[in-house]
């Protein structure tokens, strides 16, 4: 074989088809291989033979032939299986050893499959949307390349041909008229990922730019938007695209058409046949030959035959085409062309887009392609029909197009990336316009939302552009689909915007494009990293205006865009006349609230207000309508300017329409005219009803104000509707379906005493032939006011209300009158009436109505009732009545005579119709007459009881009276009787009784009189009644027995006391009764019912009737007595009592007390007495007990020493001393006490002995505890006391000291205390500081007498990674320094205490300071060093970097220090000392400043001096001196203008003089022109000083320096000629001064200005960051309330870290760079389950020591003699790792099942604080997939799942179980174990949230704090320079500036004058330089020119020696405002800022 190199690519090639081999001889040496041919070979002798010739092997020398893998090859079918191409050795032997090394070549081609099937993952890997489209675009990319070059029309057409009956003949063609390519360029073509910079053309070279020959590299012209249409790049996209929509392609290009042919079928046969598969034919041929292509190929064949005429083309034919995309590509053909319009709408619109939208554009009239004339069609063909033809720049709906119409404003800027790439933007704006969004919605992409119904949109906060992102991409042209940039930086909206609303933010499109500096994927479809690259700090944005770069800020150019837009473009509603908030009832109750209620709206330059006639829709919804208020959802302030809305109308005319409606504001038509509104309005409601038409047909009409009599006829009546228009209506305009029929209502309204009253009411309709009617009437006889009304009601509901107006009524208002008598009726009576009493009745008089009128005057009425006897005196007449008086009657009331009765009274009146009135009449008794008693006149009655009496009192007639009347019963015969009394008044009879009559000791019966009689009426006589008393049979005595011993009965005396044992029951009581005479009373029902006893609450009857009681219960407690009562409750009211008391019982029970304390200290005895006390079983203490019984007592308990127990009886009370335990633990004991049968126990509490050791509550002694340096301990340090048996002692005042390593030391220091109440001391939260190691510390207790040495703390003190130790300064320090240029890049590493990056430390705590170097601030920064902040350096936390930062423009020597400050910790790096040297010299400066000298040609040598003497040096553009090593000659040479002819000489007469220049300096001395020199009298002439230095080259000349001065020819005009300049020379330079200085001052106040705005902007968007982390503004009002915030902050951050957390116990192993520590300590784990399980699963490996590096493991491995588990980094094989984020297997395989148990991957628990990536890496590998689940039974039930579909991991659950990966679970090998178990390798439990989140607010106050500080700074400043701006001696100065320049103008027209007098002089130099270059570069300082005395020998003028007479020029003198000038140079302050220096 033979390799050929071009161009840099290798490929290996056949130079022929013979087969060969290549052998290396390695018996013994390493020669080079050897190439053999085995052609023509026949066995394998002849090929052993061939081998000894090439080899010159001899033949006597054996050898071994064998294959690389020693195979050993002889003459059996080894030989047969040597192949063209492979390796063999030459060896001594098959096992020699390899004596070196040999080369075997291999070829990989790579599968056809990667051409075949390369498109299907990228093409498939598309966002919801069908990739047809981009593989069509891939080919369109080439034909655009193809045809880049044409100077005519660039035609692309894509021919889509379906057949459906042969699908197989479906075909798809891409032809271009492009200029073609060659066979080379189309075998480049079908090569896989050759890119356009690999392509190799006929010569073998590379052709970067297709066409372009040889090497040269033509560079593209710059074209707008990178339409470069250099887009067929990679070598990769058509041959996928071609693969993805069919299986074969055909391509066909250039005059002689040369066509290739790949596809899958010739690939797989030529695998099939072992043939070279990436090879083929180029078929060259004529043009149109279709000889090669079959018949049945119709279309392909057809195609061929058009190539007639083409000059050149390239044709893509792709068949066999995917059945699955034919559907899409036909049916969809809008779509997807209308997806390619948009990737290539600025090819065929040009750079400004589709501005041109005009949709009736005939396709023959369409103009030309805006741009290079690109015309890309696409032709769909189908069978029998003429093509779908579907040209791209027709498509007008496409994407690109819409948002370039729709768009109101254009926003251009411009990106440079990495300093030289270029990404051209623009952004559009697309306005709202009143009632909708105008940004384009696109239909197909899925992130728009959906529609909303009429009102949701009115609470809706839709934004126009929803989820989508702004920008799309366009990469040289072409739209990338896939790639969106949502926003930048400067164009997010941000959290709080005052002048634009958040929805502006979202009316915003964009476009971006790239070039070929920017990657994409190969297929087009994503960019690589543009995104990323643009997002970059070092990216510049500028805003392109007018083709010019804008260099302002572009967050601020954007927002002024922005606002100008919203201000300009969008048509938004203004809501004014704000009435609060509403809740809208007319809405849905999710949707009622909230609105805000306004008055008016402005909207599209209008207002519309409430009352407002508006016409709402279009036909025919449209309806009219006044404005009663508009609606605006959510809570609104003020007026406010919204979208949407809604609108309330009243809709007009409200005669027609009484309805409310609300609606969408955009219904409200903007166009509609008020007045024909209004006009409509008043047309509608003319055709309302508007009067009644009233007649009477038949007469009887009612006229207003009759007066008529009771029933008088009222007549028929005909009512007629009438509307405005005159017309007769029966029902209310409208429509048809919507007319209402009007119906007419009469009343007849009765205006009575009592109110109105409707006493007639009818309703009338109007029939077909006959109108409204109503009868006649003649019912009206009701007296008073009436009121006929006629009213119009509607049919439906009755209601005379129509919207809202009264309908059409009548009203007729007229009196009714009385009518003649006819009957009379009975008038109001007023009773009562009683027998024997005269009354009277009134008889009223009535018409036939009923109403009353008038009697008859000479009546002669009758009076008749049955059963009494009624007669009358006379009538009288009264009014309308007649009084029939003096009427009495007599008889009977009722039967009993004791209640009223009732009686017909008939009345007649014979001059009456009606003559005769019955009535009934009720009669009561008469007045009291006599009195009635029913007891005889003798009766008998008991001793001891009341009698009674029955007694009535009656009136005349018998009947009993109804008076009131009070009745007395007086008794006579006996003294001290009681009186009866007894009140009557209802009638009735009554019992007149009273207390009882009672003789004392009555023996023998008693006579008395009773006398009854009526109170107060002596009338009445009164009645007399005699009785008989007898004694009483009642209940005298009462006496009580018992039974006693023997069962003989015992009397229980009154009041008795009866003792009975406590608990026990008293029977056999017994009682008896004795009455008044002394004999036993016989109990019967009666009187048993009526004893009662008070023991118990039911008495048995049967037994008080046998004169037993009921058993008594004795109380059960001695302490009670039980009073007992017998009671007789009867008239007699006899009682009995005695009392029961208890007595103790028998023992029953011991209850024992400690009288004392009872507690005692272990091993004391205790001092308090234990009391026993014996009681019965109702607990009363008994005393009766018998001696000698403290022998019965035994005391037992645990640890007691029972031996010395004592017991003693006291006052029958046991005591038990000298109680004493053992040691032991402390707490409760019992002690139990036992007597006979009886126990009880006693509590007592076990105290601490006294100290004997120390113990450290919560530490654990064994483990090693880890801290941090200057970190505090993890827990509180607590000493506490103990006794020898451990328990905590309780003794004070023990003094407690630490014993610590003098290494170390703890902050605060720690002195000796003394323990507390409970024994301990609190040392608090130590801080621990010192150098790595592990330390010792230990408590010691010091007693009186003795120490006592506490357990031993190890601690292990780490380097602390947060705390910053020292800063590492790198840069390059062999960099040069020079002024003006950049410093080299400055890196600055923060390192801790191990001495690495910190990665905590942020960059705004660092900053780089920068001053000049002198004998006051060599090594501290001062005030005015100017500060750099350096950037993070991305991927490297901890280090920062500075750079592009440029140095000073003043030369000298500077310091550089690196300061940290964090608000915590504050470093300082060393001092480096650069020199900053100058710059090359740029310009020729004079040391002072000349002025404008005057000369004349005068004898006087002074007069003709132009420079006496001034230094010139070399400086560069800055000023700074620069001339070192610089030496030549300056040339100094008198020129003049060019019109100017005479020229004055230097002494001698020379033209030019040269002087000497050394390192950079030169002096020129006495420059003096010759003694009458010619020249041009007040002419300006100038000296020419130009250098010649060999150091300079000729093209980097410096420019000369021009010094001018004036030429006279008279000695005196030239003196004040000079004395003048000189003076205005020096006004000049005060002006300037002065003005400089106020210019300064200016620009220091606008700065000022400028700088206090920025620090509150900073400010206020810091304060709103602390909003976000909920702080109170209040605490943010000062400096004291931040500080005392963020030290609270500081505290609480300080309790999280030190609060109990969960910590691994492992030894930290050292630190070092190449290891990052054990496993343990590497993850953290929140929950302590799932940290359980893991720990326990993992235990085996929590102490391996992970490391980057193998060689470092190794080195631990030794040091630790192979003790330490190791782990290095890059011995793990990573193929196999997981991946970190992939689902979990159950989504793979069961997608939707949600599985119980919450299963996750056990990874995704950790937390990694350091490390991730490579923690990701080690526990990737020791964990796997492994699973946790909630329980066991979750895990085996998804176990059970998952392996139906694959293999499952290991599952733990956090419970403690594990299922192994091959199912196997239960066991304790199986089952963790609790966390103390593990001995503190357990991962550690993570910082809480709350501590990030308090760690993120105080870095933020932090932050707050600086910049109110910086506020209040600047605010300081600022007013410091406006008060000095106000002072007097800046007002001075104002002043002489102003005279000043008075000063000058005056001199300057002397000046003038005086020149002009001399004729021809020129004007004066310009006034603020009186040196010029002609660079025009900045001029030196000037100084003011003052002149030196000069003396009087001779000087050397012009190198030879002369006189020199007395100047006659006066010295200049200072002026007072020349004195102040140095006081007002500008100086700088501490940030750079100019300041004004002051004195």
């Given at each position: ?10 490929e ?16 013994a ?11 023509g ?5 002849d090929f ?13 020398e ?23 191409g492979?390796?063999l ?5 098959i ?10 070549r ?20 598309s ?39 042969k699908?197989?003949?479906?075909c798809?063609?891409?032809?271009d ?6 066979p ?5 073509w ?6 356009k ?21 033509v ?8 339409l ?28 002689d058409?040369?066509?290739?042919t ?7 046969q ?33 195609v ?12 893509v034919a792709?068949t ?5 995309h ?15 319009a ?18 009736d ?12 004339n690109?015309d ?6 189908t ?5 779908y ?5 027709d498509i ?21 990336v990495?300093?030289?790439h270029?990404?051209e ?16 919605s696109?239909i197909?992409?899925?992130r728009?939302e ?10 809706s ?6 989820r989508?992102?702004?920008f ?5 042209g ?14 997010t ?28 994927s ?10 990323m ?16 770069e804008k ?28 009435f609060?908030?509403v ?6 109750k999710?949707?009622?609230t909230p609105?805000?209620e ?19 829709g ?37 005669s027609?329409y009484?309805?409310i409606?609300?609606?969408?504001l955009s ?8 007045t ?7 047309e ?26 009771a ?24 429509t ?21 009253e409707v ?9 077909k ?14 007296l ?7 009213q119009?009601v ?9 919207a ?17 008598p ?16 005269p ?18 005057p000479?009546a ?8 009494l006897?009624?007669?009358y005196t ?9 009084l ?18 009732s ?12 003559a ?7 009669l009561l ?8 008693v ?11 009881s ?11 007639s ?43 000791k009555?023996?023998d ?33 009462i006496s ?17 006391v ?5 608990g026990?029951?008293?029977k ?8 008044e005479a ?23 009857k ?7 009681l009921?058993?008594?219960?004795v ?5 009670d ?13 006899m ?24 507690s005692?200290q ?19 203490e ?26 003693i ?8 001393t ?12 019992d ?18 002995g006294?100290p004997a ?32 048996w ?27 205390l ?6 301990q ?14 330390y ?15 357990p ?22 062999k ?9 080299p ?39 005015r060093?100017?500060s750099?902040?350096?950037e ?16 000073p ?60 003497n ?6 560069d ?30 002494v001698?007469g020379?033209?030019?003089?040269d002087?000497?220049m ?11 022109l ?5 020249g ?22 410096l ?16 003196s ?8 205005r020379?020096?006004?000049q ?20 200005k ?5 620090a ?32 609270s902050?500081?505290?609480?951050n300080?309790?999280?870290t ?23 300590h590497l993850?953290?784990?929140p929950e ?11 235990s085996?490996d929590?102490?391996c ?14 040091q ?42 056990a990874?995704?628990?950790?937390i990694?604080?350091d490390?991730?990536e ?8 020791l ?6 689940l ?21 599952i ?8 192994r ?16 178990k ?11 949230q ?9 870095d933020?106050?932090q ?18 320079q ?5 002072t ?10 102003k ?5 000058l ?6 000046l ?9 002089a020129?004007p004066?130099p ?46 200049v003198?200072?002026?007072r ?13 501490d940030?750079?800022?100019?300041k004004?220096r002051?004195?």
């Open positions: 074989m033979a390799a050929s190199r071009r161009s840099g690519l290798i290996v090639k056949m130079e022929e088809d013979d087969a060969f081999v290549y052998v290396f001889d390695r018996r040496t390493d020669a080079p291989e050897v190439k053999i041919a085995t052609g070979l026949f066995s394998f002798d052993k033979a061939r081998v000894r010739e090439a080899l010159n092997i001899g033949k006597r054996s050898f071994v032939l064998a294959t690389t893998n020693r195979e050993e090859i002889e003459d059996d079918p080894s030989w047969d299986n040597i192949d063209k492979d390796t050795y030459i060896l001594r032997d096992n020699q050893e390899l004596c070196a090394p040999a080369q075997e291999v070829t990989f081609l790579p599968h056809y499959d990667t051409i075949v099937k390369g498109g299907l993952y990228e093409y498939y890997a966002e919801g949307q069908n990739p047809l489209p981009y593989a069509f675009a891939e080919l369109i990319d080439n034909a655009l390349s193809a045809t880049a070059d044409n100077e005519g029309p660039r035609k692309i057409e894509i021919r889509l041909h379906f057949d459906e009956s699908p197989q003949n479906s798809v063609f891409i032809v008229n492009g200029k073609g390519m060659n080379r360029q189309l075998n480049n079908a090569i896989y990922r050759l890119s910079f690999k392509r190799i053309d006929q010569r073998g070279k590379v052709s970067f730019i297709e066409g372009e020959d040889d090497e040269t590299v560079e593209q012209a710059q074209t707008p938007l990178s470069n249409s250099d887009i067929s790049y990679f070598g990769v996209g058509g041959k996928q695209a071609c693969f993805f929509i069919g299986r074969a392609t055909r391509i066909k290009r250039f005059q058409v040369h066509e290739l790949i596809s899958k079928e010739e690939f797989k030529k695998e099939i046949n072992r043939e070279a598969i990436y090879s083929g034919v180029i078929r060259n041929r004529q043009p149109a030959d279709n000889s090669h292509i079959s018949e049945d190929q119709e279309v392909l064949r057809s061929v035959e058009e190539e007639k005429g083409k000059e050149s083309f390239t044709t792709i066999s085409i995917n059945a699955g034919i559907p899409y590509l036909r049916h969809r053909i809008k779509e997807w062309t209308r997806q390619l948009h990737i290539y709408h600025y090819y065929i619109h040009g750079p400004q887009g589709n501005i041109n939208n005009d949709d554009e005939e396709e023959e009239t369409r103009s030309a392609s805006p741009f290079k690109i890309i069609q696409i032709k769909l063909y069978k029998k029909s003429e093509p033809v579907i040209n791209l720049r007008y709906d496409d994407m690109q197009s819409q948002y370039v119409q729709s768009a109101a404003s254009q926003f251009f800027f411009k990106a440079t990495e300093g030289t270029v990404v933007g623009v952004m559009r704006y697309h306005p709202f316009l009143y009632d909708r969004e105008t940004y384009p696109d197909n992409d899925p728009v959906q529609e909303f119904d009429e009102h949701d949109y009115a609470m906060e839709k934004p126009a552009r929803g989508r992102p702004i799309e991409c366009f990469w040289n072409r739209l990338i689909p896939y790639t969106f940039i949502h926003e930048f930086d400067w164009c909206e941000p959290r709080k915007s005052k002048s634009v609303p958040p929805e502006c933010f979202n009316r915003v499109s964009g476009a971006l494009f790239t070039n070929d500096h920017f990657q994409v190969t297929n087009k479809l994503t960019f690589i990293d543009l995104e690259r643009m997002k970059e700090k070092s990216t510049i944005y500028a805003r392109i205006t007018n083709n010019q260099r302002t800020a572009i967050d601020r150019e954007f927002s002024n865009w922005l606002k100008e837009c919203h201000e300009n473009e969008d048509k938004q509603i203004h809501y004014t006349g704000n609060g908030k809740v809208r009832e007319d809405l849905p999710a949707k009622q609105w805000t306004f008055k008016s709206v402005e909207w599209d330059n209008r207002t519309w207000k409430a009352g407002q006639l508006v016409r709402i279009k036909a025919p919804a449209m309806f009219l309508g006044t404005i009663r208020r508009f609606f605006l959802y959510g809570e609104h302030e003020g007026d406010v300017y919204a979208t949407g809305g809604e609108i309330e109308v009243q809709q007009e005319p409200q027609l009484d309805e409606k609300a609606v969408p219904k409200l038509d903007r166009f509609a005219n008020p024909l509104v209004k006009r409509y309005i008043e509608e409601e003319s055709k309302l009803p508007d009067a009644l038409v009233v007649t009477w047909p038949d007469g009887f009409a009612v006229h207003p104000g009759d007066k008529r009599q029933g008088k006829t009222i007549g028929a009546l005909k009512i007629q509707i009438q509307n405005k228009k005159g017309e007769f209506i029966q029902k209310l305009p409208g048809a379906s919507s007319q209402k029929k009007l119906l007419v209502e009469l009343k007849v309204i009765w205006h009575g005493p009592m109110g109105d006493i007639v009411s009818h309703i009338s309709q109007h029939g032939t006959w109108p409204y009617w109503f009868r006649k009437m003649e019912n009206i006889k009701n008073g006011p009436h009121t006929l009304q006629l119009v509607l049919n439906e509901s009755g209601n005379n209300i129509y809202g107006k009264e309908l059409p009524y009548y009203k007729v208002k007229f009196n009714v009158t009385e009518a003649e006819e009957k009379f009726t009975v008038g109001m009576l007023e009773g009562p009436f009683r027998i024997g009493v009354f009277q009745i009134p008889l009223e008089f009535r018409d036939a109505f009923n109403n009353v009128t008038k009697p008859i000479n002669s009425p009758t009076i008749e009732a049955s059963g006897e009624i007669s006379g009538t009288q007449v009264k009014a309308n009545s007649l029939l008086k003096g009427i009495e009657a007599k008889g009977e009331v009722s039967g009993t005579k004791t209640s009223a009765a009686f017909n009274l008939t009345i007649k009146v014979p001059e009456l119709n009606d005769s009135q019955s009535l009934k009449i009720r008794p008469g007045v009291p007459h006599t009195i009635h029913s007891q005889p006149d003798d009766f008998e009655i008991e001793n001891g009341a009698t009674e009496f029955d007694v009535e009192v009656r009136d005349v018998g009947n009993i009276t109804t008076d009131p009347v009070t009745l007395t019963c007086k008794f006579t015969g006996a003294s001290g009787l009681p009186t009866y009394t007894a009140k009557i008044s209802s009638g009735t009879s009554t019992k007149l009784t009273g207390e009882p009559i009672i003789f004392k009555l023996k019966s008693q006579t008395i009189t009773a006398v009854i009689e009526v109170q107060g009426n002596k009338e009445v006589a009164a009645v007399e009644r005699r009785i008989k008393v007898v004694p009483s049979g009642g209940v005298s005595s009580v027995h018992m039974m006693g011993k023997n069962n003989k009965k015992k009397d229980i005396k009154d009041g008795e009866i003792n009975a044992v406590a026990d029951t008293i056999g009581l017994s009682f008896t009764l004795i009455d002394g004999r036993e009373i016989k109990i019967n029902d009666k009187l048993a019912a009526n004893i009662k006893v008070n023991w118990t609450g039911k008495v048995n049967d037994t008080i009737m046998h004169g037993n009921p058993d008594i219960k109380p059960a407690s001695v302490s007595v039980k009073y007992c009562q017998l009671s007789i409750q009867d008239k007699s009211n009682e009995f009592s005695f009392t029961v008391s208890a007595t103790p019982g028998d023992p029953n029970q011991i209850k024992c007390k400690c009288e004392g304390a009872a005692v272990i091993g004391e005895v205790l001092t308090s007495e234990i009391t026993v006390v014996v009681k019965d079983k109702f607990g009363n008994v005393t009766d007990l018998p001696k000698n019984c403290t022998q019965e007592f035994q005391v037992r308990g645990d640890g007691l020493l029972h031996d010395k127990v004592k017991v009886n006291r006052k029958s009370v046991f005591v038990i000298n109680v004493q335990f053992e040691g032991g633990s402390i707490g409760t004991k002690l139990k006490v036992t007597w006979r049968e009886l126990r009880d126990f006693v509590k007592i509490e076990m105290l601490a006294p050791q120390v113990s450290l509550p919560g530490w654990n002694t064994d483990e090693t505890i880890t801290v941090l340096n200057e970190c505090k301990l993890p827990r509180s340090l607590v000493v506490q006391l103990c006794d020898e451990g328990n905590p002692s309780r003794k004070s005042d023990v003094r407690i000291q630490l014993v610590r390593d003098t290494k170390i030391k703890f902050v605060p220091a720690v002195m000796p003394k323990t507390n109440a409970q024994g001391v609190d040392f608090g939260s130590l801080i621990v500081a010192g150098s790595r190691g592990t010792d510390i230990q408590p010691k207790a010091f007693l009186p007498s003795t120490q006592i040495a506490g031993v703390i190890h601690i292990q003190l780490q380097p602390n990674l947060s705390r910053p130790v020292s800063l590492k300064v790198d840069y390059d320090k960099a040069s320094f020079v002024v003006g240029d950049k410093f890049e400055i890196k600055v590493t923060m390192l801790t205490e191990d001495d690495q990056p910190m990665a905590a430390a942020k960059a705004s705590s660092l900053s780089l300071k920068l001053w000049k170097m002198d004998a006051k601030s060599q090594n501290t920064p001062p005030s060093a100017v750099f902040s350096p993070p350096i991305k991927g490297s936390p901890g280090q920062f970097i500075l750079k592009d930062r440029k140095m423009e003043s030369a000298a020597v500077y310091n550089i220090m690196v300061t940290y400050y964090d608000g915590k910790y504050q470093l300082f790096s060393n001092v480096i000392t650069v020199d900053i040297k100058p710059a090359p010299p740029m310009q020729l400066v004079p040391n002072e400043n000349p002025g404008t000298p005057t000369v004349s040609n005068t004898k006087n040598a002074s007069t003709r001096c132009i420079v006496r001034l230094k010139l040096d070399l400086k553009e800055h000023g700074n001196v620069s001339g070192l090593g610089y030496s030549g000659k300056v040339h100094v040479e008198i020129k003049g203008p060019d019109d100017v002819s005479d020229i004055p000489t230097f001698g020379n033209k030019k003089l002087f000497t050394t390192n950079g300096s030169c002096t020129l001395t006495n420059l003096t010759q003694e009458n020199a010619q041009k009298d007040g002419q300006e002439y100038r000296l020419h000083c130009s250098l010649a230095c060999p150091q300079i080259a000729k093209n980097q000349a420019p000369p320096l021009i010094i001018p001065f004036l030429f006279y020819n008279d000695a005196k005009k030239q004040e000629m000079s004395t003048l300049s000189k003076q020379n020096h006004l330079s005060a002006i300037l001064t002065y003005k400089s200085l106020f210019e300064t001052t200016e620009q220091l106040i606008k700065e000022l400028k700088s206090l705005y920025e509150q902007q900073e400010e206020n968007k810091i304060r709103d960051e602390l909003r976000g982390h909920k702080i109170p503004l209040v605490q943010l009002q000062s400096f004291p309330n931040v500080e005392k915030l963020i030290q902050k500081v505290k609480e300080e309790n999280c030190t609060a109990p957390r969960r910590c691994c116990g492992l030894q930290q192993i050292d630190s070092h760079p190449e290891v990052i520590g054990k496993i343990g993850a953290e784990v302590p389950d799932i940290a359980r399980v893991l720990s326990w699963h993992m085996s929590m102490d020591v992970v490391t980057t590096s193998t060689k470092r493991a190794k080195e631990i491995y030794r630790t003699q192979g003790k330490q588990q190791v782990l290095p980094l890059d011995s793990i094989f990573r193929k196999n790792l997981p991946d970190w984020d992939k689902p979990l297997p159950h989504i793979r395989y069961r997608h939707g099942w949600k599985p119980p148990g919450n299963p996750a991957y990874r995704s628990f950790l990694f604080p490390h991730a490579q923690c990701k890496i080690v526990f990737g590998m964990l796997g997939d492994t699973l946790i909630d329980s066991l039974d979750s895990a085996n039930a998804y176990r059970q799942e998952l392996v139906k579909f694959t293999h499952c991991p290991t733990l659950t956090r419970e403690g179980d594990r299922i990966s091959n199912g196997k679970f239960g066991g304790l090998m199986n089952k963790a174990v609790p966390l103390e593990l001995r503190g390798a357990v991962f550690g439990e993570p910082l809480p709350l501590y990030h989140t308090i760690k993120s607010q105080i933020t106050l932050t707050f704090k600086a910049a109110m500080m910086r506020s209040q700074k600047a605010k300081e400043e600022l007013q410091e406006v008060d000095y701006m106000k007097a001696e800046m007002q001075s100065q104002y002043k002489e500036c005279e000043a320049e008075t000063r103008k005056d001199l300057e027209s002397k003038g004058m005086t020149m002009s007098g001399r004729g021809a020129r004066a310009n006034p603020v330089s009186a040196i010029e270059t002609v660079s025009n570069s900045p001029s030196p300082n000037k100084k003011a020119r003052t002149a030196a005395g000069a003396s009087n020998s001779a000087s050397k003028i012009n190198g030879v020696t002369s006189p020199t007479p007395a100047p006659s020029v006066s010295v003198t200072p002026t405002q020349s004195k102040r000038l140095a006081s007002m140079t500008p100086s700088s302050d940030e750079g800022r100019k004004l002051r004195k």
